[in-house]
């Protein structure tokens, strides 16, 4: 081997990488060096009182002293399973068993020496001698474990300190010094812990984990660029979603990376502890508590059933289906017209399901006679109707598409629900519907309408009819299919431009799970005849949202990734609305659901209405049909549209 290949094998990078992988030694091994150090302190207090001219073993049996004290020691170790834990990993509780065992050492020959004493008239040993022999033996067998561990920490772990994200922790509570060590001995390792932060300033001249905790004397920001900070790991548990919302504003105003993790009591493996560390994600900066559900309402009202979901290989649909599984029901029928992702979620649910039949089918909502079918074959307790089309631009486009679907195809399940005895239907609405600028949202309020008047019908005829008829009305649902979460966040991967319609639009966003819990709370809660709407938190301003993906994803708004402004499509607002200008709302006993009170239609006019534009939109005659439809909706008001000469 060649003087530059020996440099090379003992180089510290490649020393690094040999002792990193080493196996952990066999417990014979480790007893074998804790014996040695029980000899050197043996020895060194053996020395000592001989310097002193004291005899540290008095009886004459001296070699059977002392294999007798190295046995006894040998015991205790056995006894408190001092051997057991891997060195490098050592604890407090591995110097907790070596105190125990060396105390019990103690006591076990100080007794001995006692019985020695009345039976022989003499020590066997200088109990002094004999104190300062284990404290030097506790002590030696606690620094050896102590250097291993830090040596192991200091040189051997391999790590990347320049690939590092240089953190702090936002936090000083028991959580956040196990979120400390999780990540310090994470590997491979993603951050270095600089410090803590304590949001009260009490323990400013502290340390934790031989860290500082550091004074938050300006805003977060400053603190973070004062200490060359990179990032921020929010694990204190006391914070409040505002204060929460709050600390990610300001880090990510600067650039400052940001994570969460849950609460330890959340956690399901605490060997996952590190990986449970994730980036902010726009859904975290939703302004609302968690919501809590009535789920033995929910239980009861679906357990044993027979569900339908329409629409459920959509967004809202895939989630419910999920939801609807938890609640034990006896089967679930999951339908909808596009074949590769009901073929999907069926995969899904497949894995999910425990004692619940699912049976996918594929059928259009606007095909009377295959639906007619499906309520046969499965005789359906509950329907959720999240089947409709929902671009606002494309159906602007195509009317007779939207009266076909969201229209026809809601009078058909509305129909057959009151035919086959469904005890509930719940109709998947929209913020859209509320004084509608566009054909979507008109298309959607018109089948509001239906399912009211219709529920108004089956009342005046109890005995025929039983079926309650309800409706859900919220925002738009953060990462739904077609929702602008997921367009910024492609926009943004392929380097800009995010393109915005206007600078002032507002949108009020929920995430999915959030939606379908509140949809199953107003279902089980409806009496019939109902419009539930959802509160959907403070309204979010688009382009502050399109800024905050941006700086989320590590890039700098209008320098990284550009915002481009085009204008409004057709049909959009500036806002939405929940409730209309003549609707009054009333309280639930959930504090996010209300009841909105608004005119309802009778039902024989109002179905006369509806045939003829189902007529008419089977010509394609987009002029006739939203002209039709202003007629059933006079609130419909066309806004950056083609249609707008209607409205003259």
């Not at 502290?206 to 660029?225: A, E, N, Q, W």
């Not at 005789?379 to 929902?390: E, Q």
């Not at 959930?590 to 939109?617: P, R």
Request: proline content about 3%; overall charge neutral.
């Amino acid at each position: 081997m060649g003087i530059d290949s020996t440099k090379s094998y003992f180089s510290k990078d490649n020393i690094r990488f040999n002792i990193h992988n080493l196996s952990y030694l066999p417990r014979w091994i480790i007893v074998l060096i804790d014996f040695s150090v029980l000899l050197l302190s043996f020895f060194f207090t053996f020395l000592i009182f001989e310097g002193t001219g004291l005899d540290y073993i008095v009886t004459s049996h001296s070699f059977v002293f002392v294999c007798f004290l190295f046995g006894v020691n040998i015991f205790f170790f056995w006894l408190f399973r001092t051997y057991a834990g891997i060195i490098r990993h050592s604890s407090y509780i591995d110097a907790v068993k070596l105190l125990f065992s060396q105390t019990a050492v103690l006591v076990f020959f100080l007794f001995f020496n006692f019985l020695f004493e009345l039976y022989f008239r003499q020590k066997a040993f200088l109990n002094t001698a004999f104190f300062i022999n284990i404290v030097l033996s506790f002590c030696g067998l606690f620094l050896y474990r102590v250097v291993v561990k830090q040596t192991f920490e200091l040189y051997f772990v391999e790590k990347n300190n320049a690939k590092l994200i240089k953190t702090i922790i936002y936090g000083t509570d028991a959580n956040a010094i196990s979120i400390a060590n999780a990540l310090k001995f994470e590997t491979p390792s993603r951050f270095k812990i600089i410090g803590f932060v304590d949001k009260n300033n009490q323990n400013a001249s502290k340390r934790m984990l031989d860290l500082p905790i550091l004074i938050l004397r300006k805003k977060l920001p400053s603190l973070l660029r004062s200490v060359g900070a990179e990032g921020l790991v929010i694990a204190d548990k006391s914070l409040s979603k505002e204060e929460q919302i709050a600390i990610i504003d300001q880090c990510i105003e600067f650039n400052f990376k940001v994570f969460s993790i849950p609460t330890i009591l959340d956690w399901e493996n605490q060997k996952e502890i590190s990986q449970k560390v994730k980036n902010i994600e726009i859904e975290d900066l939703l302004e609302r508590d968690p919501i809590v559900l009535d789920t033995i309402s929910i239980s009861k009202q679906l357990k044993g059933k027979t569900i339908l979901i329409t629409g459920a290989a959509g967004s809202i649909g895939s989630e419910i289906v999920r939801q609807v599984l938890s609640f034990q029901p006896r089967k679930v029928i999951i339908m909808d017209q596009a074949e590769t992702p009901l073929h999907h979620i069926g995969l899904e649910v497949e894995a999910l399901k425990e004692n619940v039949i699912i049976h996918s089918i594929i059928a259009d909502v606007r095909d009377r006679t295959a639906i007619e079918r499906v309520f046969k074959l499965y005789k359906p307790d509950m329907v959720y109707h999240a089947a409709a089309y929902k671009h606002v631009p494309l159906m602007e486009c195509n009317p007779s598409q939207a009266i076909l679907t969201n229209v026809n195809g809601t009078k058909n399940l509305a129909d057959l629900s009151c035919e086959y005895g469904v005890e509930k239907f719940v109709m998947i609405s929209t913020d859209k519907a509320v004084n509608p600028s566009n054909v979507m949202g008109a298309s959607k309020r018109i089948a509001e309408k239906y399912v009211q008047s219709l529920h108004l019908k089956c009342q005046e005829n109890k005995k025929l009819y039983s079926t309650k008829f309800i409706t859900t009305r919220f925002g738009n649902v953060l990462g739904s299919n077609g929702s602008v979460v997921p367009l910024f966040s492609k926009q943004i991967a392929e380097g800009g431009p995010i393109t915005i319609t206007h600078p002032d639009i507002i949108r009020y966003f929920m995430t999915i799970p959030e939606a379908c819990q509140l949809v199953l709370e107003a279902g089980s809660m409806g009496n019939g005849g109902e419009i539930y709407i959802f509160d959907m938190g403070k309204p979010v301003k688009i382009i502050d949202l399109a800024k905050k993906m941006i700086k989320l994803a590590g890039y700098v708004p209008d320098r990284d990734v550009k915002i481009k402004i085009v204008g409004l499509r057709p049909g959009e607002k500036l806002y939405e609305e929940l409730l209309n200008d003549t609707s009054k709302t009333l309280p639930t006993y959930h504090d996010k659901i209300m009841i909105a009170q608004e005119i309802q239609d009778e039902f024989s006019d109002l179905h006369v209405s509806i045939e003829e534009l189902i007529g008419i939109a089977a010509f394609f005659d987009n002029d006739d049909i939203v002209a039709k439809m202003k007629k059933i909706v006079p609130e419909f008001i066309s806004m950056n549209s083609t249609f707008q000469v209607l409205d003259k």
